[in-house]
């Protein structure tokens, strides 16, 4: 929870300082999607599902501190910008944005207020609790699949030992909460599979790996894509 969100709860790494209670991601994803869908139901009893869909998306980038968004734009700096792999790190450290960082989070905000808007009170409130588990979940795959870059950093911490356990626990807890719609959230799964997919392999050929920012722009990419096959008509 620390490490996910600006919720003030004490910090939970192990004595190593490692792991980052890792195994419990999609947990606090589907904490943090029932908060926004309780916001997304409460505003649209008494505006518009438009405005609902703002409200939501605001509340999911609050509670979150803007960390995934924040990793979208320099990804997007940074994997798309010219140069060789010193110079694209060197720009994803940068905490300035650039032109196809802010088009990016723009595009993607533009898109999760889309889908949420698409979609009724009670299916928009299940979206987002399995969105949230489900974009964890990935985000922990990512981290098990493919090698953090850089020497130092939150990414280091989140890597460690216990891989194995931490991605059966995590892919247990969201497969409990995929129950609540298993068909529109199996489907769910496969398009952030494929997301987690290409993320990693761009990231390996733009950069040698992965790093914190790609780490969170899988995870809000992958929400995305989920709450797009919730909003379809399955």
């Known amino acids: ?50 405005l609902a869909a703002v409200a939501a998306t605001a509340v999911l980038t609050i509670l979150t501190g803007a960390l995934h968004l924040d990793g979208v734009a320099d990804s997007a700096d940074g994997l798309f910008g010219p140069g060789d792999v010193a110079r694209r790190l060197e720009v994803m450290r940068d905490s300035r944005v650039g032109s196809f960082g802010l088009v990016a989070v723009v595009l993607l905000l533009v898109g999760d207020i889309a889908a949420l808007a698409a979609m009724p009170p009670p299916r928009a409130i299940v979206a987002l609790v399995v969105a949230g588990t489900i974009s964890r979940w990935a985000l922990l795959l990512m981290i098990a699949a493919v090698p953090y870059v850089r020497q130092v950093g939150l990414g280091v911490a989140a890597g460690g030992p216990h891989r194995s356990f931490d991605l059966a626990l995590d892919t247990g807890i969201t497969a409990i909460v995929c129950l609540l719609d298993w068909r529109r959230a199996a489907a769910a799964l496969l398009v952030v599979l494929l997301i987690a997919t290409v993320m990693g392999v761009l990231a390996r050929r733009r950069i040698g790996g992965a790093t914190g920012d790609v780490y969170g722009a899988t995870t809000e990419l992958s929400q995305l894509g989920a709450l797009i096959v919730f909003a379809a008509h399955l």
């Open 1 to 50: 929870m620390a490490f996910l969100t600006v919720i003030p709860v004490a910090g939970t790494q192990d004595a190593a300082g490692e792991r980052l209670g890792r195994g419990y991601f999609p947990a606090v994803g589907a904490l943090l999607g029932l908060i926004a869908g309780a916001t997304f139901v409460l505003t649209a009893a008494v505006t518009s599902p438009l």
